[in-house]
């Protein structure tokens, strides 16, 4: 996705590479519980339904989502989610024709982490209340609803609507750990777990060792069945 992003994005707090893992994972799980209740017609219906659910959670102090938004051409923009989708594409875990959906791989794999995604579930909630509220809303009453939403404006503090806003200004940034009073919680191992997972060439190079594994009679490993 090539944008003339604002100077100021080049200055804002990016993700770092455990936030980047998280968001992959709970943006396959928002795609996935959309589809459920309605369809995901288009990267701009999405884009709003992230905005939605990230904002509340920054409301409440948890830290789920770590996705930066600016006021562009169509509302609340982050050319991040471009770049997320674009990887769980190119990793075979989500495709967009008619519809933005996940591959069997990509919900194999949401199938295999559903108890650690348990373990999240009152940062999940908010995902599915987004889900529940919006699926089979269209586009242009997001977008509406989006503008007549009102947010501080970074970093000035001031309130107002989306719609008010200048163009290139901040609506939304990511909390910090120190900010949140709930945090995604994920541990080393799994990190690099879901790391795995979601790189489809990785994912393959550790299924043929096992493969290979077993077939030497080495000890055997197990790893969910995507």
């Known amino acids: 996705m090539d944008v003339n992003m604002p100077q100021s994005f080049k200055t804002i707090e990016i993700r770092d590479i455990n936030e980047e893992i998280i968001d992959k994972v709970l943006l396959l799980y928002l795609i996935n519980k959309v589809n459920e209740r309605g369809e995901l017609r288009g990267i701009t219906k999405l884009m709003k339904l992230i905005f939605f659910a990230e904002k509340e ?124 009073n709930r945090v995604f919680e994920i541990d080393e191992e799994w990190l690099e777990t879901f790391d795995t997972l979601l790189d489809r060439e990785e994912y393959n190079s550790l299924m043929e060792a096992m493969e290979s594994a077993r077939t030497t009679e080495s000890k055997k490993v197990e790893i969910y069945e995507l």
């Open 57 to 180: 959670m920054v409301e409440d102090k948890v830290k789920g989502f770590n996705y930066s938004f600016f006021k562009w051409h169509l509302g609340p923009f982050t050319p991040e989610v471009y770049w997320d989708l674009d990887y769980l594409m190119e990793n075979e875990l989500a495709t967009e024709h008619e519809f933005i959906e996940l591959t069997d791989h990509g919900k194999g794999l949401l199938k295999g982490i559903k108890p650690f995604l348990e373990e999240n579930c009152d940062i999940m909630r908010y995902i599915e209340k987004v889900a529940e509220t919006y699926s089979n809303v269209w586009v242009s009453e997001l977008m509406d609803l989006a503008y007549e939403t009102k947010v501080e404006i970074i970093p000035s503090k001031t309130k107002a609507k989306i719609k008010d806003v200048p163009k290139g200004n901040y609506l939304l940034t990511k909390l910090s750990e120190i900010e949140a």
